[in-house]
């Protein structure tokens, strides 16, 4: 039987680029929401980032951890052993406020080709199995009519004339006849 990480939780941000920015913080470029969209396909992106976090319990320190990003759950596209002297450190890193201990890393494709419609799944294996991280679906646009693709004689309309507007000096004359003065 295959033991569970049921304490265990793996999250992770799909984007087009990761920015290390001053101040020991990251920015997140293009960020995709479970779906990415391209216009026709075959295509490629200049850059596919993957930022992945594993959490556990603070009495339950990751002794082995190994990330891997797979295609249409079959095909291994990457594949990261995170070293025992990082997990070692993780392990004893004390905050008396933390619920969870986290393990974080970036993976970055460049370019990546997208031959067609598939989807890409994080995974993390630990000395207690394997736990299912997110997926983003990649999919080709749905296809718009747009008047540039449309026949000539589609963009003819008949429209009635537009009605000419008159003035409120014009109207004012119209209904009483005579010119009034504005006080």
Do not use: W
Not at 18 to 47: D, T, W
């Amino acid at each position: 039987m295959k033991k569970m990480n049921a304490d265990r939780m793996m999250t992770a941000i799909f984007c087009d680029d990761i920015r290390h920015e001053m101040g020991n913080k990251l920015s997140f470029m293009g960020c995709y929401q479970g779906e990415l969209i391209v216009p026709a396909m075959p295509f490629v992106l200049p850059k596919l980032c993957i930022y992945a976090s594993t959490l556990t319990l603070p009495k339950k320190p990751f002794k082995t951890l190994t990330f891997r990003v797979v295609q249409d759950d079959d095909t291994e596209l990457a594949k990261l052993d995170i070293s025992a002297d990082v997990l070692e450190q993780s392990a004893h890193t004390q905050n008396a406020t933390a619920t969870r201990k986290i393990v974080s890393t970036a993976i970055a494709f460049s370019p990546f080709s997208i031959e067609k419609p598939t989807s890409i799944r994080l995974l993390a294996t630990t000395e207690e199995g394997e736990i299912v991280g997110p997926r983003l679906l990649i999919k080709i646009a749905a296809a718009q009519e747009s008047p540039s693709a449309l026949p000539v004689d589609a963009l003819t309309v008949d429209a009635p004339a537009p009605k000419k507007r008159r003035s409120p000096i014009q109207k004012k004359v119209a209904s009483s006849g005579k010119p009034q003065r504005r006080s």
